[in-house]
């Protein structure tokens, strides 16, 4: 079975910063790994995900993430922040057959002016 | 281009009531999900449904009962509310099981449901 660590629960950066949002995960077979990310009181959108090939993978509003199998880890970046990306982010990783999909437990970035 | 619909969007309950949370999509999807997400704990699977007229047990169905008579809806239940059920449930669902490949699962906005 899969699991998920998001290690940072909150993350405060200020307008026009850099930011990363770490994920990493443990899985005994390859996995499918995907970003969503929750606007307030709304449902989950799907930010990108890797399912092989390149392991940069370029998702929607500009973030960016890249799988790195040897640390276990699927960070998601983003060079330059908004005031909207203000969210909960959540990673998530399933086996190729769909049969364990699991969310972790989700990071909170709040973006300051 | 509704997508996944669910209704109500708040709810206050009595410990001990009963109520029925309704999830509908449109994009004729085979499987269907219940989650609910609580602070510090990421989203879990409550039921799941692999097509119309079945369903499945995920992650913490105790307390829970759902329901897929047709197959664009997905029905979740509490029988007798309790406090520990206060939480915010998500439907989605998808082509695929659990949204692998190139068909993610797609989610509605949520039930926020307080039970005192």
């Known amino acids: 079975a899969q699991s998920v660590t998001q290690l940072d629960s909150q993350v405060p950066v200020f307008e026009e910063a850099p930011v990363e949002l770490r994920c990493n995960y443990s899985s005994s077979v390859s996995v499918y790994l995907f970003w969503y990310v929750q606007y307030p009181n709304q449902g989950l959108q799907l930010l990108l995900k890797y399912l092989s090939g390149s392991t940069l993978v370029k998702g929607i509003n500009g973030f960016e993430a890249e799988f790195n199998k040897s640390q276990t880890s699927f960070h998601l970046r983003k060079p330059s922040v908004h005031i909207s990306d203000t969210a909960e982010y959540f990673c998530?990783?399933?086996?190729?057959?769909?049969?364990?999909?699991?969310f972790g437990p989700g990071t909170r970035l709040s973006v300051l002016p | 281009n509704a997508g996944v619909t669910q209704t109500p969007k708040f709810r206050v309950l009595k410990t001990g009531q009963s109520m029925t949370l309704l999830c509908a999509q449109d994009m004729n999807h085979e499987y269907m999900y219940w989650y609910r997400q609580d602070p510090g704990m990421g989203l879990r699977l409550i039921h799941y449904s692999v097509g119309e007229g079945t369903t499945a047990k995920g992650e913490v169905p105790d307390g829970y009962n759902v329901s897929r008579l047709k197959k664009q809806n997905f029905l979740l239940g509490l029988e007798s509310a309790a406090p520990s059920q206060t939480s915010v449930y998500f439907c989605?669902?998808?082509?695929?099981?659990?949204?692998?490949?190139?068909?993610?699962?797609?989610f509605g906005d949520g039930t926020r449901l307080s039970i005192l």
């Open positions: 989605a669902s998808s082509k695929h099981l659990l949204g692998t490949g190139n068909q993610p699962q797609h």
């Open positions: 998530a990783v399933s086996d190729f057959d769909g049969q364990n999909f699991v």
